[in-house]
Structure formats: C-alpha cells, structure tokens
C-alpha cells in the first residue's frame, strides 16, 4: 500500500495597487513564510502571473517542497469569485476583463480561487479576527478604494453576477463629485483616499482657517490623521465631515441587512475616533430604529496584509482541490 501525499499547505495571495504580498500558510493558520513584489513592476498581467508564479514556486522550494502545495486564494480589487476574473478593476493599470485565476492555474498546475478583495478580508475577520463567532456582519475596506462584503447566516453573499457589496459605487451624493468608476457622486468619492483629500484642498480654498496641512508637500489621510493629533481644527473637521457621510451610508446599508456590527478594515479605519464618532453618530440618527444601539462599529485588529494573506488561504482551502502533477 503506498502512503500518500497529504498536501497541508496552501498559497494566500494579497493584490493591491501597489503591492502584492504572497505567503505559505499551513492548516492552522500558521504563515510559513511571506514575501512581495511591487505590482506596478508589471506592465500586462501575463508579465505578472510569470512573476508572481516563479517567486512562489521559489518561495515553496525553500520551505518544504511545492508538492506539499494544495491550492492558491487570491484577494484582488474588483475580482469576481464567479468568474475567477479581475473585471474592470478602476485603480489597476491591467484595464479590462483578466482571467487571473486561469492565468495562474495553468501556470502552477493547482487550484487558484480569486475573490474580492473585501470578500477575502471578511473571511480573514470571521476565521481569524473581530468578526469570529458572527454570523452576521459586514466588513467595509476603507482605502484607495471603498469595498464591502456582506456575511449573511455565515456566508459571504456574493449577488447574481459575483459584485454584492459595492458600496463604494453607490451614490451618496446625487449628481457629486466624478468617482474613478466614471459615475457622479459615489461615496468612494468622498471617502476613498482621494476624496478624503479633495475634501482637504476644497475646505482650505474656502477657508482662511490656519491649518498645518497648508504646508504640507504631499496630503494624504494618513498626514491629515496625524495633524488631528497635534490638534488641527481644520484637519480635524475634514475627518468629521467624512465620517458623517460614511455613517449616512451605513445606516442604509445597515437597515436592509440588519448586521451585528460593520467592521472597518484598510488604512484609512486607522483615522479611529476622528472618523468613527462622526460616523457613528450619523449612523444612529438615519438606522431603522429597531436596528439603532444594536449594531457595533468595529476597527480590524489585525495587521492589513497579514489579515488579507490568511483570508485568501481560507478562500484556497473551501476550494477543490486540483492539480496536474497527479
């Protein structure tokens, strides 16, 4: 009788726009070892699945062996995990429809699931992190852009096509400011990264108010986060009237799918009580008044890419397992 190989380890795969964080994680959790490349280095996506698939084959290797490999989780901004498709993704430079699951499968020879990136990081929360023991909550990715997935009865619910959750593409401003996604008005354009700093610029052209981010070289909502520290009305009010407009929205959000508590993820969550108390204030004055006190606004305990990397290896685990080498 021959003994046969119990492949125990998986690939987690975390896509952004400026890096992509690659791991070996085993069947308790344990990241084995980690690495990145820059994800702009590559000017196609077939550039890219060479690159990424020959550093993780290396990375195996060296850590064990790839025949103990059993599958690959990718999280990606505007992946579809009906598809296995990078789909139109707005803050990428690979433009169109990318078949990135396929691309990689048949370059490694094992099964790769992709899913959006605020579906990956829901799974990470739920496995891992503040949504643990929930069964029903969302998870809002707070950054470039603004994702969302929703956990309903302790599944990720997907829609008919794969794009539940685009919250970000939802309209909080009728006829507002021009998004990335080309429509008017959607909250990433007011939340999101660039819009936080728009928001910024717009509030100093009106104002004479003295402001530490005046002199700023190069705004972002990190800076603008750390002149709240030291006190800057101007900055301060900047997070206050982003945090009202993100807890309008959540109080929609929240009184269709009456969650247990909306979790913040991504870099801009790390403005904390700037943006939060705003937020949640806002939240419990528009909240179906049966869902008001109930919902918990919660910030993501764990470091971003090692949540991300953990959440793509339970998306690698749930799939079936495949491979050319049997």
Not at 54 to 68: D, F, I, P, S
Not at 92 to 120: F, T
Not at 219 to 230: A, D, G, M, S, V
Request: hydrophobic share 40%; charged share 20%.
């Amino acid at each position: 009788m021959t003994e046969e190989l119990v492949k125990n380890r998986v690939i987690g795969v975390d896509i952004s726009i400026e890096r992509t964080t690659y791991a070996i994680v085993d069947v308790r959790g344990n990241i084995i070892a980690r690495d990145y490349l820059n994800t702009q280095d590559y000017a196609t996506a077939t550039e890219y699945v060479s690159a990424l698939s020959e550093k993780v084959v290396t990375m195996a290797e060296e850590n064990g062996g790839y025949e103990y490999i059993r599958s690959m989780g990718i999280s990606a901004p505007s992946a579809n995990f009906l598809t296995g498709c990078i789909e139109n993704a707005p803050n990428l430079h690979w433009k169109g429809i990318v078949p990135m699951a396929a691309m990689l499968r048949d370059r490694m020879g094992i099964a790769v699931a992709l899913a959006n990136d605020a579906h990956v990081t829901a799974l990470g929360e739920h496995t891992y992190g503040a949504a643990h023991g929930m069964n029903n909550f969302i998870v809002v990715t707070l950054g470039h852009g603004i994702g969302s997935c929703i956990f309903s009865n302790g599944e990720a619910h997907l829609g008919a096509e794969g794009f539940a959750g685009e919250i970000g593409h939802a309209c909080a401003v009728p006829n507002g400011r021009t998004c990335g996604c080309g429509k008017k008005g959607c909250l990433e354009a007011y939340c999101g990264a660039k819009g936080i700093v728009t928001t910024a610029r717009k509030m100093m052209d009106e104002s004479n108010e003295p402001s530490l981010m005046r002199s700023a070289e190069r705004l972002t909502p990190k800076i603008i986060h750390e002149f709240c520290k030291q006190g800057d009305a101007l900055a301060i009010e900047v997070f206050r009237r982003t945090g009202k407009m993100l807890g309008f929205v959540m109080a929609g959000y929240a009184s269709i799918f009456d969650p247990e508590a909306i979790i913040f993820t991504g870099g801009i969550a790390g403005a904390g009580h700037y943006l939060l108390i705003p937020a949640s204030e806002e939240f419990e004055k528009h909240v179906f008044h049966n869902t008001r006190g109930h919902v918990k606004f919660l910030v993501s305990a764990l470091e971003d890419h090692e949540r991300d990397v953990l959440g793509a290896s339970a998306l690698a685990w749930g799939i079936k397992e495949y491979s050319l080498f049997k």
